[in-house]
């Protein structure tokens, strides 16, 4: 089943507007498949620098890039191969010199750590970056939103026959990132270490954000647990969303909140197999929060910046968003049918001088439930949003 990718638009905008683009995403997220599908419409050479027989290829790297000056060069994992960098800001300067100043490489990576830190000296000026997040709200059909939300986006679990096959999928492809990805980026990290604080951040999915608690938990020091968490970060697994933090002359809420970004990783982590399982965990709300959360910030621009607003007196807003409009978005974010939302986000909006505030539900219309306030299902509101 071909799944038409939200981002295959702003991906072929980008190679139009760029000498190059590194399209960034967790494994199996379907960088490669998207990609080989915009490289259709270029004359396009694929590379998997994983495979030995292609990082061979580029072992003199200037004369097969040379060979191939009037192709889109597609490079998968190319943070297996990190002297490549210096080499194709030459080939891209070339170009440039001789009036080929676009749409030349395709860079694929499944962690924004080490292709950042590599590609950021040497090609300053000359690559866009796009983020390719598991499948989201606007990529489904609406009557895909709950085994979406239950399985998570990466298309293999998503699309596996029942579900006992996702959940396996998805605990493989944990204990692959463990044994494997994890230990080949840098300083060996206990694997059963990391595996625990993982389940931890699931059972805590969207609270705040508490290093000394989980470090007593894990016998570790509380910037160790920090390392850890920046680390899961940096491989697009976790999301700290910050607290807004304008001048509203309230004592503000200053802790981020904590998110496993794939609500399927999530339910794995805590053997949650079926929805039914799901409703009736304790953890079903605020996974629900998470999993509109990630599927809203794939439907807007990557300019624009997500908080949550929270005052010690009790406001909250579960979502802000600046830069999409002149004043911040308000969102609401509630597993519930009655969509009506509490006093404190009331305040908040208030607060915030909100230019709009949503409640997001899983009921399929949209109503108003304040003058100002739009109750409305996800999937609409990411439609919504893309447009703005």
């Given amino acids: 089943m071909m799944i038409q990718r939200f981002l295959e638009e702003p991906l072929k905008r980008a190679l139009a507007n760029n000498p190059a683009v590194a399209l960034l995403g967790p494994r199996q997220v379907g960088k490669t498949t998207l990609a080989l599908r915009v490289g259709e419409a270029f004359n396009s050479v694929y590379l998997d620098l994983e495979s030995d027989?292609?990082?061979?290829?580029?072992?003199?790297?200037?004369?097969?890039?040379?060979?191939?000056?009037?192709?889109?060069?597609?490079?998968?994992?190319?943070?297996?191969?990190?002297?490549?960098?210096?080499?194709?800001?030459?080939?891209?300067?070339?170009?440039?010199?001789?009036?080929?100043?676009?749409?030349?490489?395709?860079?694929l990576g499944s962690a924004s750590l080490d292709l950042l830190k590599q590609s950021g000296e040497t090609l300053a000026g000359r690559v866009s970056y796009l983020e390719l997040r598991p499948l989201s709200a606007i990529e489904v059909e609406v009557e895909s939103i709950d085994r979406l939300w239950v399985r998570g986006g990466f298309p293999d679990s998503f699309l596996a026959t029942t579900d006992p096959q996702s959940l396996s999928w998805r605990m493989d492809f944990t204990r692959t990132y463990l044994e494997r990805d994890v230990p080949a980026?840098?300083?060996?990290?206990?694997?059963?270490?990391?595996?625990?604080?993982?389940?931890?951040?699931?059972?805590?999915?969207?609270?705040?954000?508490?290093?000394?608690?989980?470090?007593?938990?894990?016998?570790?020091?509380?910037?160790?647990?920090?390392?850890?968490?920046?680390?899961?970060?940096d491989l697009l697994l976790t999301r700290r969303l910050e607290p807004w933090s304008g001048n509203v002359g309230k004592r503000l809420?200053?802790?981020?909140?904590?998110?496993?970004?794939?609500?399927?990783?999530?339910?794995?982590?805590?053997?949650?197999?079926?929805?039914?399982?799901?409703?009736?965990?304790?953890?079903?709300?605020?996974?629900?929060?998470?999993?509109?959360?990630?599927?809203?910030?794939?439907?807007?621009?990557?300019?624009?910046?997500?908080?949550?607003?929270?005052?010690?007196?009790?406001?909250?807003?579960?979502?802000?968003?600046?830069?999409?409009?002149?004043?911040?978005?308000?969102?609401?974010?509630?597993?519930?049918?009655?969509?009506?939302?509490?006093?404190?986000?009331?305040?908040?909006?208030?607060?915030?001088?909100?230019?709009?505030?949503?409640?997001?539900?899983?009921?399929?219309?949209?109503?108003?439930?304040h003058e100002d306030i739009l109750a409305i299902p996800l999937p609409e509101l990411c439609k919504l949003l893309s447009t703005i």
């Fill in 185 to 233: 980026l840098g300083p060996r990290i206990p694997a059963e270490t990391l595996r625990r604080l993982w389940v931890m951040l699931a059972h805590n999915q969207g609270s705040l954000l508490n290093l000394s608690h989980l470090a007593g938990s894990l016998g570790i020091d509380a910037k160790t647990v920090s390392r850890y968490i920046d680390l899961l970060t």
């Fill in 53 to 107: 027989a292609d990082r061979a290829k580029i072992s003199t790297a200037g004369l097969f890039l040379q060979d191939h000056k009037n192709s889109l060069i597609i490079l998968d994992e190319v943070h297996r191969a990190p002297g490549i960098f210096r080499e194709l800001r030459g080939q891209i300067d070339a170009r440039r010199r001789e009036g080929s100043r676009n749409g030349q490489f395709l860079l």
């Fill in 253 to 369: 809420v200053k802790s981020p909140k904590i998110f496993i970004r794939d609500s399927g990783l999530a339910h794995s982590l805590l053997r949650i197999a079926t929805r039914d399982q799901l409703l009736a965990h304790p953890v079903a709300g605020h996974s629900w929060e998470g999993f509109a959360i990630e599927s809203i910030l794939a439907s807007i621009p990557p300019h624009c910046s997500p908080y949550f607003y929270r005052t010690a007196a009790g406001a909250e807003v579960d979502l802000v968003i600046e830069g999409l409009s002149r004043r911040p978005l308000a969102i609401e974010i509630k597993l519930s049918l009655d969509p009506r939302p509490k006093k404190g986000f009331h305040i908040g909006v208030a607060d915030l001088k909100a230019e709009k505030g949503f409640v997001v539900y899983p009921g399929r219309s949209q109503f108003r439930v």
